[in-house]
């Protein structure tokens, strides 16, 4: 391969490095020491919010200066400062949305090899190549907006493998993906690597899924310092303390929830009846849908990337048009308004089903954390001292109270998962649709995440959540949906 094309694999050298972000006392990133070798395959695992992604960031060279924060220590890439080997790195955010600049889909996955300078003769089949091996089988003049959550990650992920980096840099790369697709995309990777024996860091919570294909573990601590650093075997040995107290999902060693548990009631509060739904009337998704949400249960939806579980999801809370047939509240969740969710008004809805969306900073309206989480509750006009009580217990149980005063666009991914659960929590709606809530959670706030929806349904709120986590399926799924392709939506006992 050319050099030019910049293949060839590039090592990574850190030495005490660390990184502040800008309006934050603590160092998000410290005493970094850290020798990469070309072609070495490392997982970065450790806690929510303990820098995984502002290191990653670095290395890509995408820091910007001293408005963004500062940094001490040294830390190259391919014995340069990363700034300037930014055509080595391809980088694949953890949030796929943002990186998606493109109208069109084989234009989106071009664009990295064309500012790479790679001929256009070549860059066709390599864009070609790049969507089979990611399985996103879409035409190249798709639009980039119409794609799902998952389609939009195998989407940046083809992108960076297009332009053949000497280091590959992914965050959470199979986070929104659908069981089958993850070990997919894993083993595109892998192909990848073997063919250009480039170099590979991946940020990842789950380990199971990566540690086949990596020769190395590195774990950050909650302090944004390194707590273990090794081969994959002899860290999961020696550190299996250290690990869990990290919150990294140590294989073997499952969080402990309670299973989930048959709904103690049939009654249903929101009920489709040959629901057909899309995100407009001439683009059809799924039809013919029957389904109810058993009262004060929790239910799950599962199914493959692209499905319509998003789409079903805006439906249910009454924030899309059914395309056909019918979503009705129970007389008590329409409490006096008419059935259909849809013709609710905003702060009625706010009090009868709260939404939370699969992209968190799609919902963030306000300047801090705090408000942000009382937003609801403010246009309620119920600020009174008991919410103002509420608020701080909900920071607190998420993990979010150190982050109070925080721009909401300034959290770590996990983080902006857990506000967005939290905002939606604090107004007390007797539904909650929640789409991926466990996306970016470590074993620990994952496991606090689970045990609070588990609280509020035994305190009679009914929940339909969107996954493809088999743990959160497992604890919370008294009552299982599966939307399938061709059958519409099947439904399974817990
Ligand atoms: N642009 C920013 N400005 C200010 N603080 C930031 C910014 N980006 C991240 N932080 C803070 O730096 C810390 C580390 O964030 P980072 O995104 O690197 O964590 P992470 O380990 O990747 O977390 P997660 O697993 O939740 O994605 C967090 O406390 C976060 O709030
Ligand atoms: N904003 C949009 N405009 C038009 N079409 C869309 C939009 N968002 C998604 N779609 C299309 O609608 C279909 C269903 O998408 P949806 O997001 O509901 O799937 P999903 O099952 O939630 O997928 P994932 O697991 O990847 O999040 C997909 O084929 C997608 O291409």
Same mark, same amino acid.
């Given at each position: 391969?050319?050099?030019?094309?910049?293949?060839?694999?590039?090592?990574?050298?850190?030495?005490? @490095?660390?990184?502040?972000?800008?309006?934050?006392?603590? @160092?998000?990133?410290?005493?970094?020491?850290?020798?990469?070798?070309? #072609?070495?395959?490392?997982?970065?695992?450790?806690?929510?919010?303990?820098?995984? /992604?502002?290191?990653?960031?670095?290395?890509?060279?995408?820091?910007?200066?001293?408005?963004?924060?500062?940094?001490?220590?040294?830390?190259? %890439?391919?014995?340069?400062?990363?700034?300037?080997?930014?055509?080595? +790195?391809?980088?694949?955010?953890?949030?796929?949305?943002? !990186?998606?600049?493109?109208?069109?889909?084989?234009?989106?996955?071009?664009?990295?090899?064309?500012? =790479?300078?790679?001929?256009?003769?070549?860059?066709?089949?390599?864009?070609? =190549?790049?969507?089979?091996?990611?399985?996103?089988?879409?035409?190249?003049?798709?639009?980039?907006?119409?794609?799902?959550?998952?389609?939009?990650?195998?989407?940046?992920?083809?992108?960076?493998?297009?332009?053949?980096?000497?280091?590959?840099?992914?965050?959470?790369?199979?986070?929104?993906?659908?069981?089958?697709?993850?070990?997919?995309?894993?083993? +595109?990777?892998?192909?990848?690597?073997?063919?250009?024996?480039?170099?590979?860091?991946?940020?990842?919570?789950?380990?199971?899924?990566?540690?086949?294909?990596?020769?190395?573990?590195?774990?950050?601590?909650?302090?944004?310092?390194?707590?273990?650093?090794?081969?994959?075997?002899?860290?999961?040995?020696?550190?299996?303390?250290? =690990?869990?107290?990290?919150?990294?999902?140590?294989?073997?060693?499952?969080?402990?929830?309670?299973?989930?548990?048959?709904?103690?009631?049939?009654?249903?509060?929101?009920?489709?009846?040959?629901?057909?739904?899309?995100?407009?009337?001439?683009?059809?998704?799924?039809?013919?849908?029957?389904?109810?949400?058993?009262? +004060?249960?929790?239910?799950?939806?599962? *199914?493959?990337?692209?499905?319509?579980?998003?789409?079903?999801?805006?439906?249910?809370? *009454?924030?899309?048009?059914?395309?056909?047939?019918?979503?009705?509240? /129970?007389? #008590?969740?329409?409490?006096?308004?008419?059935?259909?969710?849809?013709? @609710?008004?905003?702060?009625?809805?706010?009090?009868?089903?709260?939404?939370?969306?699969?992209?968190?900073?799609?919902?963030?309206?306000? &300047?801090?954390?705090?408000?942000?989480?009382?937003?609801?509750?403010?246009?309620?006009?119920?600020?009174?001292?008991?919410?103002?009580? &509420?608020?701080?217990?909900?920071?607190?149980?998420?993990?979010?109270?150190?982050?109070?005063?925080?721009?909401?666009?300034?959290? /770590?991914?996990?983080? !902006?998962?857990?506000?967005?659960?939290?905002?939606?929590?604090?107004?007390?709606?007797? %539904?909650?649709?929640?789409?991926?809530?466990?996306? *970016? !959670?470590?074993?620990?706030?994952?496991?606090?995440?689970?045990?609070?929806?588990?609280?509020?349904?035994?305190?009679?709120?009914?929940?339909?959540?969107?996954?493809?986590?088999?743990?959160? =399926?497992?604890?919370?799924?008294?009552?299982?949906?599966?939307?399938?392709?061709?059958? #519409?939506?099947?439904?399974?006992?817990?």
């Amino acid at each position: 391969m050319p050099e030019r094309f910049g293949s060839r694999p590039a090592g990574v050298e850190a030495r005490g @490095w660390g990184w502040r972000h800008a309006g934050r006392i603590r @160092w998000a990133v410290d005493g970094i020491d850290l020798r990469v070798h070309a #072609g070495e395959r490392v997982l970065v695992a450790g806690p929510s919010g303990s820098g995984k /992604s502002t290191f990653l960031h670095a290395l890509a060279g995408v820091h910007g200066g001293a408005e963004e924060g500062e940094s001490r220590g040294t830390l190259l %890439v391919d014995g340069v400062e990363p700034s300037a080997a930014r055509g080595r +790195a391809g980088l694949v955010l953890q949030d796929p949305d943002s !990186q998606v600049i493109l109208a069109r889909v084989g234009d989106d996955v071009a664009f990295g090899c064309e500012n =790479l300078g790679v001929t256009r003769e070549e860059i066709w089949p390599r864009v070609g =190549l790049a969507l089979e091996a990611v399985g996103l089988d879409v035409p190249l003049d798709r639009s980039t907006s119409a794609l799902s959550g998952g389609q939009k990650q195998r989407l940046a992920l083809a992108g960076a493998l297009a332009m053949r980096p000497g280091l590959l840099l992914l965050d959470e790369p199979t986070a929104n993906l659908d069981p089958h697709g993850v070990a997919e995309v894993r083993d +595109a990777v892998g192909r990848v690597l073997d063919a250009t024996g480039a170099t590979l860091v991946v940020v990842e919570h789950r380990l199971d899924v990566w540690l086949e294909l990596v020769t190395r573990l590195v774990v950050f601590g909650r302090d944004g310092r390194l707590v273990a650093d090794g081969v994959p075997d002899q860290v999961l040995r020696d550190h299996s303390t250290a =690990l869990l107290e990290a919150g990294v999902w140590v294989p073997g060693a499952p969080a402990e929830v309670e299973a989930a548990r048959p709904p103690r009631t049939t009654t249903a509060v929101l009920s489709a009846e040959h629901l057909a739904i899309g995100r407009e009337p001439g683009a059809l998704v799924q039809s013919g849908l029957d389904l109810d949400l058993p009262e +004060a249960a929790s239910t799950v939806l599962t *199914g493959p990337n692209g499905v319509g579980k998003s789409t079903l999801a805006l439906t249910m809370g *009454g924030l899309l048009h059914p395309i056909a047939g019918r979503l009705a509240a /129970s007389p #008590g969740l329409a409490r006096g308004l008419a059935p259909e969710p849809i013709r @609710w008004r905003s702060k009625q809805l706010l009090t009868r089903i709260g939404t939370v969306f699969q992209e968190p900073e799609h919902q963030f309206v306000a &300047r801090t954390v705090r408000d942000e989480v009382g937003v609801a509750v403010r246009a309620l006009g119920r600020l009174d001292a008991a919410a103002a009580s &509420r608020v701080d217990e909900v920071l607190q149980r998420l993990r979010l109270d150190a982050l109070a005063e925080a721009n909401p666009f300034t959290l /770590s991914g996990g983080e !902006q998962r857990r506000l967005t659960v939290a905002s939606a929590l604090v107004a007390q709606p007797d %539904v909650m649709i929640l789409d991926e809530p466990t996306f *970016g !959670q470590d074993r620990v706030t994952w496991t606090e995440l689970v045990r609070l929806l588990r609280e509020l349904v035994d305190d009679g709120t009914t929940v339909l959540s969107v996954t493809h986590d088999a743990a959160f =399926l497992a604890a919370l799924g008294d009552r299982h949906l599966e939307l399938t392709a061709s059958s #519409g939506v099947g439904r399974r006992a817990a």
